[in-house]
């Protein structure tokens, strides 16, 4: 059965990633979910997410608004992403994420194939 999930309607995740805004929209929490997850992402002006890697979940993202600056693999690949653009970053890939802007967040829509909750998709820290 379909199940619809609004963001108004599930708390802000701020734990995940500190200093970012998330919101789990499909998880196994939020839906039943089984092999994937779904989750709506905003990053502040001039923030950076901490380098980490995933060791379960391949992770996607997609960018909405905004530029983001994706540093990849130990040599960090730099990947501009704009409006339009998406990503993908198998397990155990290094990355992270930057807003360039001084006035703009970037919204984005992410999620990992193969793990049904962000929780569970293995992240690790780097830095």
């Not at 919101?23 to 997850?37: M, S, Y």
Request: charged share 25%; proline share 8%.
């Amino acid at each position: 059965m379909a199940t619809k999930v609004s963001c108004k309607d599930i708390p802000l995740q701020r734990r995940y990633e500190p200093g970012f805004e998330m919101h789990f929209g499909i998880t196994d929490e939020t839906t039943g979910a089984k092999n994937g997850c779904v989750n709506r992402t905003t990053f502040p002006p001039k923030s950076k997410s901490k380098t980490h890697i995933h060791t379960v979940g391949e992770m996607f993202w997609y960018c909405i608004s905004g530029k983001a600056i994706w540093l990849v693999g130990k040599e960090k690949k730099e990947y501009v992403l704009e409006p339009g653009d998406f990503i993908y970053i198998p397990p155990g890939e290094p990355h992270s994420t930057i807003n360039p802007s001084e006035i703009e967040a970037i919204e984005g829509l992410g999620g990992y194939f193969g793990c049904s909750h962000p929780y569970k998709s293995g992240k690790e820290f780097l830095e």
